[in-house]
């Protein structure tokens, strides 16, 4: 009698339990997709058998888990397939794993011992490294390969004879890498469109075209089977079509997210073509699943194999994380905002075939797949993530701050994002209040704001060494300060005042009136709460000062044929929302049951007026920091660079940081006369105040529209004139915090930390640039040393009498800071109106003349003396 060898008699009698999981199913219930499990059965209903060699091999039980398919084996079924088995290049390991379907006579011992060892002895010589092989009738020359050599061959195969695929997937592999990078530390839009803020590129397109040669090439493989491997995930004809489809899909929409930043008003019909391309991949999907599924009761991901030991419920979590991702990169194929989101998209798409094919090759196993795989759906998530709540640094508030003087490095941020405002709905639990209109700010619908807005007032209070804040409010942010400072108590427990904290608030675009109509106020009465109890500038006698910002650039008009235009109209109609006044018209109606008045686009100006306060008004500002719905910032909302000097001036005198003129030096020198004068050239206005130092924190907020992200910083405290000390040489010193260790004297040997700056807050360089690899020298040190020749003189006067710890700034006028320092990445800045590092060179041949109105801001913290 013949029978087959012990593991295709173990796949004949045992049956696993899951064989027969997916014919259980009745009918195509979506409830049940994700009970689904891939079937286990690796047997054929036709026979199957080979000769290899001369001997024959039962392959029935097996096929259908043959990484190249059930067809290939049944081809040559009673025919011999030595050549086409080694030419394939198959593994030592498949070469043994012959023996398990050898059929052999069980009717005699002896002949089939003999037969074991005559095959053994066969494939010995077979799979030995010797220059000659015998094969059948033929002698086929063979070369001892190496392990590398190996995945080599599995790897390039003579399907793609001239590389295209392979070469596509190698550019495409570390052009993912470079973009990812991209978005994750620098451009939110990864070179395809904000570019933060410089605008779009056209050369970025063509690295797209590697993309899409990659999925087509993938046609040139015809060795891909029609039917789904049993046991692996490995590539099959109906997952080919769909991962060529929904890659294309990513491809054209991040084309078209590209154009509707490069041509704006194009974004609707953009939109339009991109949802169209989502719904044009599901179709083709679905046509390409008809026409190439051999199972209809399988599914590219429900049914999708698993390793050994998996649990059913662990199968289940998977399939809905990978459901999820699904859903999620088609919303990001229809969204035009960031071309950035259909493009990293794209990577677990093209990078599962790649896994796939490490799986049929024996270089990756099923468990290594689904981890691998996972992990490249994560990537999208935090990219997506980190676009939506990025603001890019060059263009935010804390940048234009620090281009005007403030400390940088003493900047703090509240910990509110945009996601945060979901937990408003926290007012649904304030019964009754909430439903009549009476909710209270300190309710569970605001008062985590609250809570988060004292405490970081009370961080940014104390890490100061006990200065009071400026605090600012965007938006929702305005009205919730006003809410936190309460009737002056600050902290009851501990007895201490709000004017112990706050030195002045300022709002910007904030409502401060309820709704004509109660009824409509999305605060359900927190505001109209707030008015009542605290009403005002209701802290001012207490000494603490009140400025409301608000802009007139639009007037809300909904009518069909508008008569007023404004020169915003262009932009919300490049954004797609229509005509800016129509916009306007609508938010302003929904503050103050107006449509027709004026305001910043979403805040009409005399709701953002506070009683008792010093009013600003601004002309043509609008309410937001972005573009709607983008990275891509404004020049016209309340801290944009255009338009901040309108207001910082009123707002530091209102403050009480205007500085009285002292005698000699004076880095304070003409603040005062500078912010009552508002006609004074913006260069001017930097200059007088480049050296104040205050500590502010902006809170912003979004309760009742969308708008920017929340912010918040802080500013390093005033520094009192008396502190201020100029040396003969012209150089001037502040310090910003002592220290409490050895102090910088002549003949030491100091280690600093230190940032560089031009007068108007441009950095130039820093140690933090450098890896944080901190500056040497040692003070006064004569012609010859290193140290003489590699930093700006004015540092070795300044430093001198600093303790370690301390952080001090040293104003250096242009005559002791061009020397040759940037060589070596010491301290030495560039000259006015340069830009970029490298013009240094530019300088060491120039006279070095002091220019008036300039100097050099050097800051240094003293981290060692020896």
Known sequence: MLTTGPQSQLHFKKKNDNDNRLRNIQGDDPSLRFNRTATSTQSIDDPCILTIQGNQYNMTAWAKAHPGGSAILQRFHNQDATEAFYATGHSQGAIDMLQDFLIIDDDDDEEEEEVKHKNT???????????????????????????????????????D??????????????HFAFRYLQTWFGDPSAGFGTRQGLGSSPLPLLCLIPHTLLSLSSLLFHTVPRERIVGRPMIWQEFRAHNIIFGIRS???????????????????????????????????????????????ESTTATMPYWEGCSVKTQRHIKIFYALCQFMATMACCI????????????????ASLLMTLVRKGLLSTKGYHLAYGLSLCLPFLTILRTTIAQPKEVGLKSVLARRGFQEDLIYTVPVQRGDWIKVAGGLLDIPDFYVGNAKATGRGYGWYIQRLKATVDLAHEQSGGEKVLLLGHSAGGWLARAAMADGIWCEENGIQTCDRVRCLVTMGAIHKEPIDAASCVTRGALKNTNAMYPGAFLKDSGIGYVSIGGAAIVGDNTKDQ????????????????????????????????????GDGVVPFDWSQLDGSRKIKLD????????????????RWYGSEAIIDSWLPSVLDEAGLSQAKAKGFDPFAGLQEWASNLMVESSSRRAAIRNVGALVVLCTGSAFFSTSKATAMYENAPVADSSVIRFPSGVSIQDFRPGDGEAAAEGKRVNIQWSLKRSNGYS??????????????????KDGTRAIAGYATGLDEGIRGLRVGGIRRIVIPPSLAYVEGLRDNSPGPIPPDFGPRQRIQRVMNMIKDDIPGESFLLDVKLTRVQ
Request: charged share 20%.
């Open 121 to 159: 002895e066969k494939e010995k010589e077979i799979s030995s490294t010797t220059d000659k092989t015998i094969l059948s009738t033929k002698t086929i020359t063979t070369k001892p390969k190496s392990r590398l050599a190996r995945i080599r061959t599995k790897l390039f195969t003579k399907e």
């Open 161 to 174: 004879p001239i590389g295209i695929h392979k070469y596509a997937g190698l550019f495409c592999l570390f």
């Open 251 to 297: 491809i054209l929409a991040t084309l078209a997210a590209w154009t509707a930043i490069r041509f704006p008003q194009t974004r609707t019909l953009v939109t339009c073509f991109s949802c169209g391309v989502v719904l044009l991949s599901m179709y083709l999907a679905n046509m390409a699943t008809e026409q190439l599924r051999d199972n209809s009761l």
């Open 336 to 351: 035009t905002w960031n071309p950035a989101w259909p493009l990293v998209c794209l990577f677990p798409i093209q990078i």
């Open 563 to 598: 008569e007023s235009k404004t020169d915003a109209d262009e932009l919300y109609s490049n954004r797609g929302e229509g005509s800016a006044s129509r916009v306007a018209f609508n938010s302003y109606e929904a503050v103050c049951g107006k449509g027709n008045v004026i």
């Open 620 to 635: 043509g500002v609008l309410h937001s920091i972005n573009e709607a719905g983008t990275t891509i910032p404004t020049d």
């Open 764 to 781: 130039v360089d820093s140690s933090t640039n450098n890896n944080s690899v901190p500056f040497i020298f040692v003070i006064g040190a």
